[in-house]
């Protein structure tokens, strides 16, 4: 994979329809250069030390000009690495990819195309409108809208397919009057879909008449859909029925904890918006003789993954006990191929420490990584038994002070610890949904209001949580 460019579509906005080519080419890239309508969080699969080079183009605004692209592309290969040319939707559909791979070959560069799902079928299709339909478009025909001239209106008003214009937004109104004039009956379907595949997707229906005045308030990029087709929408829809279609949730967890609940929100068609509330700094920590512990406990994902970092053999463990609070805990732990002797019911340092006491006896020694500044009742209580406690500071959470005017516009929050309730100026009218009862306790001193509290202490029982508002 030396010297080479890859031509890969990135599909039109949903970072999972990325073809597994065209993200195992991105794993593997040493170069980047992409495109302004891809999601960024294609960006977070790049392998360490992966050059980024954003050359995004918009209406009006091209200030990275093709013929530079072209020779970006050239450089980078020239340099003996392997290039990922990252393409909002597919390379050869108004993509210019043609034109980047002719210039690559002019130069005799090595280059490989990987196809891209293309916003003119997948944008529809979030949208419950099929581009084809037996009985009703036998064809479908994808119109470059930016160029208006070089449309033949007369041609495509007498096609009984299905017609879809890329990047004609702002030239809606010509769009629509100059297919009637040629032909197009006025009441024809006309369906306009911005940010299409997207939690924040919106979509207006009308017809060549009306569809102008209907999606005034719309802003590029969109499609525009014509045809019979776009009838079916009603009831075919389905991505803005997800339960959670439409909402901005604001997740405050870490970044590199966030994959599972933004996962999960997005799937029910949720819009997850990410600004981490705290901060995890490991501290310097070495690890005692582990084979003296009867049991190893570990409250947390933090806990398991730095400890982990520290141990240099797996079988330094002995024949130490494992112990954990919550789900996320235990599958963190059992990615380094352990199983959990104990996790509670309940997915508090309570039920863990109640549960437990049958477990030990007098004089067992207990480990117990964790943060700084936690709570002090499981080594306490521990200690209240006989047991032997010894706490291994490994972290220390830092809460990011967050400013009124950085808050970005939310319905909802998801607070997944106590240690990040703090950071939230004055909040006002913003549901806060809460992991637990003790992160709901600190969220209510915080001063919100509308707390909810998810009945099982899971990433799981949160979204339950959030379905039935």
């Known amino acids: 994979m030396k010297a080479k460019v890859y031509l890969a579509g990135a599909g039109p906005g949903d970072a999972e329809l990325i073809t597994v080519k065209g993200l195992n080419c991105l794993r593997n890239a040493e170069v980047i250069i992409y495109d302004s309508l891809i999601n960024d969080r294609l960006l977070s699969y790049a392998k360490e030390g992966a050059e980024k080079i954003f050359v995004g183009k918009r209406a009006g605004n091209h200030t990275f000009p093709q013929e530079k692209i072209n020779e970006l592309l050239a450089r980078k290969a020239g340099e003996n690495k392997t290039v990922v040319r990252?393409?909002?939707?597919?390379?050869?559909?108004?993509?210019?990819?043609?034109?980047?791979?002719?210039?690559?070959?002019?130069?005799?560069?090595?280059?490989?195309?990987?196809?891209?799902?293309?916003?003119?079928i997948a944008g529809a299709a979030y949208a419950g409108i099929s581009v084809t339909h037996r009985g009703v478009s036998p064809s479908f025909h994808i119109i470059n809208g930016h160029n208006l001239p070089d449309?033949?209106?007369?041609?495509?008003?007498?096609?009984?397919?299905?017609?879809?214009?890329?990047?004609?937004?702002?030239?809606?109104?010509?769009?629509?009057?100059n297919l009637i004039k040629y032909g197009k009956q006025p009441k024809t379907p006309v369906a306009v879909v911005s940010n299409a595949t997207y939690p924040c997707q919106k979509t207006v229906t009308g017809s060549l008449l009306d569809i102008k005045q209907k999606a005034n308030n719309m802003k590029a990029p969109a499609i525009i859909v014509v045809g019979e087709?776009?009838?079916?929408?009603?009831?075919?829809?389905?991505?803005?029925?997800?339960?959670?279609?439409?909402?901005?949730?604001?997740?405050?967890?870490?970044?590199?904890?966030?994959?599972?609940?933004?996962?999960?929100?997005?799937?029910?068609?949720?819009?997850?918006?990410?600004?981490?509330a705290i901060e995890i700094v490991p501290v310097k920590a070495v690890l005692p003789e582990l084979k003296q512990y009867d049991w190893l406990v570990f409250t947390s994902i933090n806990a398991v993954e730095l400890f982990f970092k520290l141990l240099p053999d797996i079988r330094e463990l002995g024949s130490a006990k494992i112990a954990v609070i919550g789900k996320s805990t235990a599958e963190c732990i059992k990615k380094y191929h352990i199983r959990p002797d104990f996790m509670p019911d309940e997915f508090i340092s309570e039920v863990l420490v109640k549960g437990f006491k049958d477990k030990i006896k007098r004089g067992?020694?207990?480990?117990?990584?964790?943060?700084?500044?936690?709570?002090?009742?499981?080594?306490?209580?521990?200690?209240?038994?006989?047991?032997?406690?010894?706490?291994?500071?490994?972290?220390?959470?830092?809460?990011?002070?967050?400013?009124?005017?950085?808050?970005?516009?939310?319905?909802?929050?998801?607070?997944m610890s106590p240690s990040s309730a703090g950071s939230f100026p004055e909040p006002e009218n913003i549901k806060a949904y809460c992991i637990g009862p003790v992160t709901a306790k600190a969220v209510g001193e915080a001063g919100f209001k509308d707390v909810i509290t998810a009945d099982e202490y899971t990433i799981d029982g949160l979204m339950e949580k959030l379905y039935e508002a």
Request: aromatic residues 8%; negative net charge; charged residues 25%.
């Open 86 to 120: 990252l393409k909002g939707g597919d390379p050869f559909v108004f993509g210019r990819g043609a034109e980047e791979a002719l210039y690559l070959k002019q130069n005799n560069i090595d280059f490989e195309i990987i196809p891209g799902v293309t916003s003119a």
């Open 151 to 177: 449309v033949d209106f007369e041609t495509l008003a007498k096609l009984s397919g299905t017609l879809v214009f890329l990047m004609g937004f702002s030239k809606l109104e010509n769009i629509c009057s």
């Open 364 to 415: 067992d020694k207990i480990l117990l990584p964790k943060a700084e500044q936690t709570r002090d009742i499981i080594p306490e209580e521990f200690k209240n038994i006989g047991a032997q406690v010894d706490e291994l500071i490994l972290y220390r959470t830092i809460a990011l002070e967050i400013n009124k005017k950085d808050l970005p516009d939310v319905d909802s929050v998801c607070f």
């Open 229 to 276: 087709v776009v009838n079916l929408r009603e009831n075919i829809k389905w991505f803005e029925n997800k339960p959670l279609f439409g909402r901005n949730i604001l997740v405050t967890r870490p970044k590199h904890q966030n994959s599972e609940l933004i996962q999960k929100i997005e799937a029910a068609g949720g819009n997850p918006v990410e600004l981490p």
